[in-house]
Structure formats: structure tokens, C-alpha cells
């Protein structure tokens, strides 16, 4: 009888992945994260939130341990607003502020991680943290990641610490709704009625417009090898080509050319059978062979890696399209190449398991609805009931 790889089921080892988080969460890490010891808050996120997802935070844990986690988070909160991602940098001698810095990631990962545990964030400061976050805004529009000992901007230039003072920023502002606000959120927080005149000084128009120029500038034109140029010939005017770490000219947004992703408006298609996408004439059996497991890539020409089923599942979960991807390809994909037998995901097929790619994995899967899984909310990479939680009393005006 032969071997049919697509009705292959691969199965979730719930139980082990229970165990390997339970070892990260109460047990030493092993050595290679000792390099790691300044993102202990980052970790501990990635931990108890793996553990919120299995739907067994609350099983295996205590209300006396999980309140201990609560107040070392919030030991790691600093003075002037926002969280360092260890307590390593606090002494009690008053003086140079570098040395000790609230982390813009940090502070990400510690609202977040007290969403999980439950908490109120009613202890957060919070007026501190938003003067801080405003004061972590280039005049370019982009935000950095610490404030240096004069007062300096330092990390500067990553779309990324755009991402996490828009979500940070909605964590402490938003006190109903559910996290999808985030995608709106520049927009929003110039316009929301209900703003005070400290949080308007905070976060004003030009701060926004500021910023939505930034991002928009990230977009770039040069797509091939400047070599490769002269081989095709130029028979009309064309944009001058930029490196992506360049900046395009400043265009007004309402001058922007309408965005090429009117197909995604499109009614929903099913996904023709993997069996059918040869265009070359393999033979099935190739096919088979080559894509019965199909994982994602963060890049042209790059291996798939468990995280990108995440940040590309993600993104399209948010873009409300996740039923593009094949998921029975991604999940045996996950599940049969790089699903560990201790329990965590490596990033490559034959890795050992890490923190960081075994709650990526999780997350991608539960996007895909895997049943022993919670529903995720994609936006911020947390279980729908951490979100949910939110919605209730929240920080005072």
C-alpha cells in the first residue's frame, strides 16, 4: 500500500509542550541563555503566555505565584515611565540615569505579560510612561528604543519601535474595544474626544503626521542588483532606485499611488489542491515529496522558519485573509518538521527548541484555530482572553 502524504494528520503533542513550558517557567534555563539576561521580561511574556495559550496558565500555576510574577514586573517599572527588562540596572544610589533606562520592548512585553497574569494595569504609571514614550519620537517621526544619559534618543531607525509605542500607546489609552483598534491607531489618537489636554501635548498632530511620513517613507523602489540594471532597457522615466535603509522623497498621502492589493478585496476563492500547482509538468510524486510540507519564509530565497508562520499568518489574520494560506501544508509543516520531541518548536527542521520560536509556533497554529490551542488576537500575539480582559475597568483618568 503506498504512502499517501496528504492524508498524513500530524498530531499535536499538547502534553509535551505542556512540559517544556512548565520547565522554562520553574525550572533553571539552560546556559545558552545566559546572554539573555537583560530580556528577562521578553522572556517571561513568551512563557506565561505559551501557557495562557494551552489553556493551562491557571491549571498549573497558583494565585500566590502568579501574584509574584505581578510585582516583579511591576519592580521592573520605572520611575519616569516605562519598564526595564530586568532589575539588574536598579541600585539604590541616586545618579547617572543611563545606566538604569526603561526599555521601549520591555515595556511592551510587561504590559502585555500583565494582561496575561490577569492584572488591572491600575498600578502602571501611567502619565510617566506616555511622557516617556513621547519623548522616545525623533523629529523624524520614528521612535527609539531607550533614552540615553543626556537625554538622547538611541535605537532609532527601526519600524519595529514604531510597532510597539502604537501598541503600548493603546494599552495605556484604550479602555474598550478589542486590539484590531491598534491598526488605527495612529489615526486615532489625534482625533479621540476624550483625550486630556497632557495626553494631547503627548501625542499631537505634527508627532502623528510625523510619524505616518516615516512609515510610508520605508517603502522603497529598489527591487534588483544595480548590475542588473543595464540589462533591461529604460523606454520611460522611472523612479530614481533607493537602498532600503534611504528615505524616499516626502509625498503628501493623498498623492500616493493607489496600493496594488485590490486582489485581496476580491470574494474569497477556495485554495486550489497543493496536487495542482505544477505549471512545469512535474510528476505528482515530486510534488508530494516537495510540498506536503510547506512552511513560510521571511524572504525571497530563504528556508521556511517556524516563526514566519506566525508573521505572515499574523499579518494576514489581521488583514482578515488567513484563508490564503494552505494550512494543512503549514501545519505539517510544524507539526512534523520542527515540533520538538521534548515539547517547543526549533526554528529549523532537526533544531533544538527555543523560547522564542516554540511560542511563535503555538501562536501561528492557534491562528489556524488547532484545536487545544485558545484563540489568538493577532495583533498584539496574545490569547483573544488576555484581550478580553482588558475590556473591563481600566487605568483612571
Sequence with gaps: MSYNAFSHKPSFAKERHTKYWLRCLKTYLPTGYTSNDSNRMTLAF????????????????????????????????????????????????????????????????????????????????????????????????????????????EGTGDVRFCYLAAVVRSLLKEKEGTSKATLSLLGKLSTEGRSTRNDEAMVNQESIRGTL??????????????????????????????????QLPLIPIHEQPPPLIHALDAPREPIPPIETLSSRGESPHILQQD???????????????????????????????????????????????????????GKLPGDPPDILHSYLGLAALAIMEEPGLKRLDATLCMSVSAMEHLKGPRLAE
Aim: hydrophobic fraction near 40%; charged fraction near 25%.
Design 46 to 153: 513568551f512563557i506565561v503566555s505559551a501557557l495562557d495559550l494551552l489553556g493551562l496558565l491557571h491549571d498549573h500555576t497558583t494565585a500566590v505565584e502568579r501574584d509574584e510574577w505581578v510585582s516583579w514586573i511591576y519592580h521592573c517599572q520605572h520611575p519616569n515611565g516605562g519598564f526595564r527588562g530586568f532589575t539588574g540596572t536598579i541600585s539604590r544610589e541616586k545618579g547617572d540615569g543611563r545606566w538604569d533606562p526603561a526599555n521601549l520592548a520591555a515595556t511592551f512585553f510587561a504590559l502585555a505579560a500583565l494582561a496575561v497574569l490577569g492584572d488591572d494595569l491600575r498600578k502602571v504609571k501611567r502619565r510617566e510612561c506616555l511622557t516617556w514614550l513621547a519623548l522616545l519620537q525623533s523629529p523624524d517621526g520614528s521612535f527609539g528604543e531607550v533614552l540615553g544619559g543626556n537625554g538622547e534618543i
Design 213 to 246: 511620513h516615516w512609515l510610508v517613507n520605508r517603502q522603497t523602489s529598489h527591487l534588483h542588483d544595480e548590475e542588473e540594471e543595464d540589462e533591461y532597457p529604460v523606454t520611460e522615466p522611472v523612479m530614481p532606485s533607493f537602498a532600503a535603509h534611504e
Design 291 to 345: 510540498l506536503q510540507w510547506a512552511g513560510l519564509n521571511g524572504r525571497t530565497n530563504k528556508i521556511a522558519d517556524t516563526c514566519y508562520s506566525f508573521w505572515a499568518g499574523g499579518t494576514l489574520d489581521i488583514l482578515q485573509k488567513v484563508h490564503l494560506l494552505d494550512f494543512d501544508a503549514n501545519r505539517r509543516y510544524l507539526l512534523d518538521r520542527t515540533q520538538h520531541i521534548v515539547g517547543g518548536f
